[in-house]
Structure formats: structure tokens, C-alpha cells
T-cell receptor, first 115, second 112 residues
Framework: AQSVSQHNHHVILSEAASLELGCNYS??????LFWYVQYPGQHLQLLLK??????LVKGIKGFEAEFIKSKFSFNLRKPSVQWSDTAEYFC?????????????FGTGTRLKVLA | NAGVTQTPKFRILKIGQSMTLQCAQD?????MYWYRQDPGMGLKLIYY???????DKGEVPNGYNVSRSTTEDFPLRLELAAPSQTSVYFC???????????FGPGTRLTVT
């Protein structure tokens, strides 16, 4: 069965530290990849997405992610986190060149940034 | 655009009661989804719809029903509430083709 793994369930960082959150998926074909963020008390918002082309994608608020096909990975990075980045982060996969109906979400990584 | 709206925001149900969670979108999106979010479990797909009159089961459909009579609305029905249905429910929508989903603010449901 297809799955998405986020191995870091909880991450605590100090402000200005660098961030990398792991995401691995188990599907061998064409994939579309997403990172969503859920700030406390808010709904999920899209951070960034990869469909094709440059495997390094940049999103909002200084986040970026790199698609490494050989490793089935789509890790999220930010060079210097801020207190306002405290949130839960979800990786999601949708596969196929035209997109399928279903998305598979990882279990999420809860990030706490200490001021 | 209001985007995706959900009502109510919070609800407490007794075991065996029924209720309908409302979801509406004003973006003319074809696809709509219902997820439940449980701590440490991520989002699980309950039901989805690819257009008015067409719905299908997701990963965890038991205990729920949906209908899609219009493009805008996608209500989720709980017929006999059980404690296992205590969760946060999110509705989402997207355009046809490859695209991101837009999420509503969620409904926090407690069944006691």
C-alpha cells in the first residue's frame, strides 16, 4: 500500500536554528508532492508543492523542499526558523501525471520554536 | 471568495445521536473531500466526491455517509455517533487536474 512517512514526530528548535523535516513516500511512479502547515488553531495551508521540473521548490515564508527521486524523499528545509514557525507540518502525495482523486498524508511533525 | 467553510466549529454529541457536518466551497471546485484528523495519525480520508452526484469511499468510511447534490455543498452525516468518532473533521476542495487542496477551518467533534 502507498504510504507517506514522516519520521520526526516532534521537533524543538531555538530561533535562528536550521530546520529539516523528513518525508519519504512509497510509490514508484510519477508523484505530486505537497507540504502543508497547520498553525495552532488554524486550518491546513499549502506551504509548497512539486509537480515537475526543478526538484528544488521554494514556498512561502522562506521554506523550500527538495525532491530526490532516487531516495523517494521530499524533505522540507528552512535555513533559520522563527518563533512564528511553530506549527504542525504535513507531507502529502498524490500520484499520476493528471492527478488522482486521493491524497495520502503523513502523520505530521509538530515543530516548536523557542524564542 | 470565502473559500471552504465548515459549520459548526465545535459540537458535543451523546453516543447514538446523529448530526450533519456542513461543508461548502465557492470556488467552483469539482473535487471535495472529508478527512478526520486524530493526534499522531495525520489525516485520514473518509469520503470524497469528484462532482455533483458522485461520491466514493476513502480509507475510513464506516459510520459516515455523504451526499453531493450541488457543486458547492458536501455534507457529512454521522448516523449513530460513537466515541471512536471523536476527532477533528476537515473538509477540502480542489480543481480538476493536478492541484493542491484548499481546506476548511475544521469541526471539532466530541462524542461522550
Amino acid at each position: 500500500a502507498q504510504s507517506v512517512s514522516q519520521h520526526n514526530h516532534h521537533v524543538i528548535l531555538s530561533e535562528a536554528a536550521s530546520l529539516e523535516l523528513g518525508c519519504n513516500y512509497s510509490y514508484g511512479g510519477t508523484v505530486n508532492l505537497f507540504w502543508y502547515v497547520q498553525y495552532p488553531g488554524q486550518h491546513l495551508q499549502l506551504l509548497l508543492k512539486y509537480f515537475s521540473g526543478d526538484p528544488l521548490v521554494k514556498g512561502i515564508k522562506g521554506f523550500e523542499a527538495e525532491f530526490i527521486k532516487s531516495k523517494f524523499s521530499f524533505n522540507l528545509r528552512k535555513p533559520s526558523v522563527q518563533w512564528s514557525d511553530t506549527a504542525e507540518y504535513f507531507c502529502a502525495v498524490n500520484h499520476g501525471t493528471s492527478g488522482t482523486y486521493k491524497y495520502i498524508f503523513g502523520t505530521g511533525t509538530r515543530l516548536k520554536v523557542l524564542a | 471568495n470565502a473559500g471552504v467553510t465548515q459549520t459548526p466549529k465545535f459540537r458535543i454529541l451523546k453516543i447514538g445521536q446523529s448530526m450533519t457536518l456542513q461543508c461548502a466551497q465557492d470556488m467552483n471546485h469539482n473535487y471535495m473531500y472529508w478527512y478526520r484528523q486524530d493526534p499522531g495519525m495525520g489525516l485520514k480520508l473518509i469520503y470524497y466526491s469528484v462532482g455533483a452526484g458522485i461520491t466514493d469511499k476513502g480509507e475510513v468510511p464506516n459510520g459516515y455517509n455523504v451526499s453531493r447534490s450541488t457543486t458547492e455543498d458536501f455534507p457529512l452525516r454521522l448516523e449513530l455517533a460513537a466515541p471512536s468518532q471523536t476527532s477533528v473533521y476537515f473538509c477540502a476542495s480542489r480543481r480538476r487536474g493536478v492541484d493542491e487542496q484548499y481546506f476548511g477551518p475544521g469541526t471539532r467533534l466530541t462524542v461522550t
